[in-house]
Nanobody, 119 residues
Framework: QVQLVESGGGLVQAGGSLRLSCAAS????????MGWYRQAPGKQRELVAT???????NYADSVKGRFTVSRDNAKNTVYLQMNSLKPEDTAVYFC?????????????WGQGTQVTVSS
């Protein structure tokens, strides 16, 4: 079973920065892609950013130019650097890993970490 453990959330003022970390219990090379999603109260979970096993990145339009996703293969960890934070970035942020398991695409999720941006 895969475990994903997030850390780095917290309370920050608008315009500030936070860095989220997601540590995987096995080599992240085994995943097709990893990424970050977020869910604000009363809203659906939405994609924030993803990074493939080859390093290709993808971002939601709302975070382009402000957030950067990266990976450290040696540490089996994926990061989300968040700059110029806005109150609308407030949400629970979830780490995601996607893999093929017996031919079926399988998603793994972390427990989530709260990010709160005050105005």
């Amino acid at each position: 079973q895969v475990q994903l453990v997030e850390s780095g959330g917290g309370l920050v003022q608008a315009g500030g920065s936070l860095r989220l970390s997601c540590a995987a219990s096995r080599s992240i090379f085994s995943f097709n892609a990893m990424g970050w999603y977020r869910q604000a109260p009363g809203k659906q979970r939405e994609l924030v950013a993803t990074i493939s096993s080859l390093g290709t990145t993808n971002y939601a339009d709302s975070v382009k130019g402000r957030f950067t996703v990266s990976r450290d293969n040696a540490k089996n960890t994926v990061y989300l650097q968040m700059n110029s934070l806005k109150p609308e970035d407030t949400a629970v942020y979830f780490c995601n890993a996607r893999a093929q398991v017996m031919g079926i695409q399988t998603n793994y999720w972390g427990q989530g970490t709260q990010v709160t941006v005050s105005s």
